[in-house]
């Protein structure tokens, strides 16, 4: 804490700036209890920090092993999670702007308190997430992965 | 017909109509009309004036430019129907034109000309509810019992069925009607909804009784104490889920709750007469006909005696058994005399659901094998189309309906041996001439009755079928579960509505094969076949609808 703020002091930054704030540089998307084939190692992966993913080296991690994952697999996991997240997109709650509650009401426009409701997670927030997801099917050539990603996305096909 | 006699012709109708053609116009229209048979050139050209006609024109003086931008308007409409062949057209669920009701300028309007976004914004969401329910009240307010008296006459012998308002009903005693729609605002208690306000009702209490709106009008007139005891209510045909829309008649009792006393969907709207008011709008996705156009259809509908449908559901085609069976009939049909036109293949396309352990590298070698089995009917390869709607089950983006077709990947194989097999979305619209079908691939009826509120009323019919047929008919929407049960794309929620009413509806269920004519609408299901080895055989010219069975040793029945 005390180096940020002298850090902060060097770059003529104030503390409570705006600029000053955390950003994630590259959020973070799990896959969770991955399995090897191989060995039956059991692991976390994030498919966006871990270095080795990053470079293409699909393999187990445990130095004995070292063998690759089960593409299919990978490719099958990431598609859950894409049809799971679309699926939730569609059943999330609307909040009011102005009083926070939860929308109960299906026909009504506006809120009781007169606000107007917005998105828990907005159409910009999920597509930034699932442009990951895109750019990880290109990268790792997983053809029904892209093609679902894009069909979400609305890519225009030429 | 020479050139000089059709310019001749365009050049009377247009004075008939008090236009005067450009030299250039007239080169465009004469154009455009070449393009089709001889024999067509009258309807073509009508066609063409017809929409200059419907264009908001400066003057009389028709220049080249109208004339072109008439004729891409025309070919437009001919762009939503994916493929023509024979009078057949295929619309995606993601082409068909998304219409809006103004319950104040009383019209129907298109809210953008390009298509709505796939993730929709909050007001996307409102609006999903706000449009059905505007689309059904516009609907009620024409009928006979619910139309706003225009004149302060004396009360009928039924009494006034006006709908109130939600809005209206505090304070406000004696019975009264209201339009809502079923919600479960809080966790037990269920309300009914209009565009002014909620009410709560108390659902516990329903006993079925006859579907016949005159039926239920007559018995309104009872009062609920005579001879019914406290707090029952009579409710008509149908599986009553939540999100269902009801036209509900009863009192506001003091403590804040609708009594209902009888309870029902709307009534259905006659096809024409949602037609005639639609005039001008696509609604289905099949283009715009003209009069002339419509005519010549349905006399050609008329005479395509011989156009049968082959529709299968619930094709597995990693199960030998199923393979085999298929095998089967697409040998019987080879041998015909005339060959099927369409052949319909609705998922589920393999035995265990997409999930996990599923290897979509299998189920694409597996349609490869399929597409090798049908090109080795010639006959069938020759002269049928093929269609595939993906099941509820199949690899894609995701399970949120509208679903949209097969991913390349998985139907590129298949395609190398059919190069021109249709792939389509899930629910899927035909247009066969003036026909309307709409395919819909779901396992409605063991969600509709286990998402019931009320068990349905059994006066009219046992067959849980026919329940299904009535609800999705008289709520004009193909799947009205809670978004929780079965999620929809907000903007594409139209893409689901039956209006006007369909002349067909087939629906892919896994449950048994059934067939029914309900007010004139044709609707089946032909049954699971890898379970069953039930499918169904259609023609459309007459509506037929030919049950069909395999059995273990005899070939089609």
């Known amino acids: 804490m005390v180096m940020r703020s002298n850090l902060l002091k060097y770059m003529h930054v104030r503390e409570s700036a705006p600029e000053a704030q955390f950003c994630d540089p590259c959020p973070?998307?799990?896959?969770?209890?991955?399995?090897?084939?191989?060995?039956?190692?059991?692991?976390?992966?994030?498919?966006?920090?871990?270095?080795?993913?990053?470079?293409?080296?699909?393999?187990?991690?445990?130095?004995?092993?070292?063998?690759?994952?089960?593409?299919?697999?990978?490719?099958?996991?990431?598609?859950?999670?894409?049809?799971?997240?679309?699926?939730?997109?569609?059943?999330?709650?609307?909040?009011?702007?102005?009083?926070?509650?939860?929308?109960?009401?299906?026909?009504?426009?506006?809120?009781?308190?007169?606000?107007?409701?917005?998105?828990?997670?907005?159409?910009?927030?999920?597509?930034?997430?699932?442009?990951?997801?895109?750019?990880?099917?290109?990268?790792?050539?997983?053809?029904l992965l892209q093609e679902c990603t894009e069909w979400i996305l609305e890519v225009e096909k030429s | 017909m020479s050139n000089s006699t059709t310019r001749k012709k365009v050049q009377k109708k247009c004075k008939i109509r008090g236009f005067t053609l450009k030299v250039d116009a007239l080169d465009e229209i004469l154009s455009f009309v070449s393009q089709f048979d001889d024999s067509d050139h009258d309807g073509a050209i009508d066609v063409v004036l017809e929409q200059l006609q419907l264009q908001p024109l400066k003057s009389s003086i028709i220049d080249k430019q109208t004339v072109q931008s008439v004729v891409s308007i025309l070919l437009q409409a001919d762009a939503a129907v994916d493929e023509t062949l024979g009078g057949l057209g295929v619309c995606d669920a993601f082409l068909v034109p998304k219409f809006r009701y103004d319950p104040i300028k009383k019209?129907?309007?298109?809210?953008?000309?390009s298509p709505p976004p796939i993730h929709g914004n909050a007001s996307a969401k409102a609006a999903l509810y706000k449009d059905r329910f505007l689309f059904i009240s516009q609907r009620l307010s024409r009928h006979q019992h619910f139309a706003k008296r225009a004149f302060d006459s004396e009360m009928s012998d039924f009494g006034s069925c006006e709908i109130s308002q939600i809005q209206s009903l505090v304070g406000q005693t004696g019975r009264r009607w209201v339009l809502g729609l079923i919600s479960q605002l809080e966790d037990g208690h269920f309300?009914?909804?209009?565009?002014?306000?909620?009410?709560?009702?108390?659902?516990?209490?329903?006993?079925?009784?006859?579907?016949?709106?005159?039926?239920?009008?007559?018995?309104?007139?009872?009062?609920?104490?005579?001879?019914?005891?406290?707090?029952?209510?009579?409710?008509?045909?149908?599986?009553?889920?939540?999100?269902?829309?009801?036209?509900?008649?009863?009192?506001?009792?003091?403590?804040?709750?609708?009594?209902?006393?009888?309870?029902?969907?709307?009534?259905?709207?006659?096809?024409?007469?949602?037609?005639?008011?639609?005039?001008?709008?696509?609604?289905?996705?099949?283009?715009?006909?003209?009069?002339?156009?419509?005519?010549?259809?349905?006399?050609?509908?008329?005479?395509?005696?011989?156009?049968?449908?082959?529709?299968?559901?619930?094709?597995?085609?990693?199960?030998?058994?199923?393979?085999?069976?298929?095998?089967?009939?697409?040998?019987?049909?080879?041998?015909?005399?005339?060959?099927?036109?369409?052949?319909?293949?609705?998922?589920?396309?393999?035995?265990?659901?997409?999930?996990?352990?599923?290897?979509?590298?299998?189920?694409?070698?597996?349609?490869?094998?399929?597409?090798?089995?049908?090109?080795?009917?010639?006959q069938l390869t020759k002269h049928s189309r093929f269609l595939f709607i993906p099941g509820p089950d199949d690899p894609g983006p995701s399970k949120v309906l509208p679903r949209c077709a097969l991913p390349k990947y998985i139907t590129e194989e298949l395609q190398k041996h059919i190069p021109n097999a249709m792939f389509t979305s899930n629910p899927c619209r035909i247009k066969f001439y003036t026909q309307e079908l709409v395919f819909f691939r779901q396992d409605l009826l063991y969600r509709m009755r286990r998402s019931c509120l009320i068990p349905p009323s059994t006066e009219e019919t046992d067959d849980p079928f026919e329940h299904l047929v009535a609800t999705i008919t008289h709520q004009s929407h193909l799947c009205p579960l809670p978004l929780t049960v079965q999620p929809l794309i907000w903007n594409y929620d139209h893409s689901l509505y039956l209006y006007p009413t369909p002349h067909t509806i087939v629906l892919g269920d896994r449950s048994e094969q059934k067939a029914f004519k309900y007010t004139g609408i044709t609707c089946f299901n032909p049954g699971s076949f890898s379970r069953e080895g039930t499918f169904v055989a259609y023609y459309p010219c007459t509506q037929e609808v030919e049950l069909s069975a395999l059995e273990d040793s005899d070939s089609i029945q």
């Open chain 2, 107 to 113: 019209i129907f309007y298109k809210p953008s000309e």
């Open chain 2, 191 to 378: 309300y009914l909804e209009d565009l002014t306000a909620s009410v709560e009702i108390n659902l516990s209490n329903a006993i079925s009784f006859t579907h016949s709106f005159h039926t239920y009008l007559r018995l309104s007139q009872i009062k609920s104490n005579d001879h019914f005891p406290d707090r029952t209510y009579k409710i008509t045909t149908g599986f009553f889920t939540e999100n269902t829309i009801v036209v509900a008649e009863g009192e506001m009792l003091l403590e804040g709750v609708f009594q209902v006393i009888t309870c029902g969907f709307p009534p259905l709207e006659d096809r024409e007469k949602s037609v005639k008011l639609l005039a001008g709008h696509d609604f289905f996705g099949g283009g715009i006909l003209t009069k002339e156009e419509t005519l010549r259809l349905a006399e050609l509908e008329k005479r395509a005696v011989n156009d049968m449908f082959v529709i299968l559901s619930d094709i597995w085609l990693d199960n030998e058994e199923a393979m085999e069976k298929l095998e089967r009939i697409l040998d019987g049909y080879e041998n015909q005399e005339v060959a099927p036109s369409l052949f319909v293949f609705m998922g589920n396309f393999s035995s265990h659901p997409f999930n996990l352990s599923f290897r979509p590298s299998s189920l694409r070698l597996q349609f490869g094998k399929l597409g090798h089995m049908i090109a080795a009917h010639q």
């Open chain 1, 28 to 143: 973070s998307l799990f896959l969770r209890n991955v399995i090897c084939s191989y060995c039956n190692d059991c692991r976390d992966l994030d498919i966006c920090r871990d270095s080795a993913l990053l470079a293409g080296e699909w393999r187990c991690a445990v130095p004995q092993c070292g063998q690759p994952y089960d593409r299919e697999l990978m490719e099958n996991t990431l598609l859950q999670i894409v049809q799971q997240r679309e699926r939730l997109y569609h059943l999330q709650d609307l909040v009011c702007l102005r009083c926070n509650q939860v929308k109960a009401a299906h026909l009504a426009e506006q809120c009781g308190c007169a606000g107007s409701f917005s998105c828990k997670e907005d159409a910009t927030e999920f597509c930034e997430k699932m442009q990951l997801i895109l750019k990880i099917a290109i990268h790792q050539k997983f053809q």
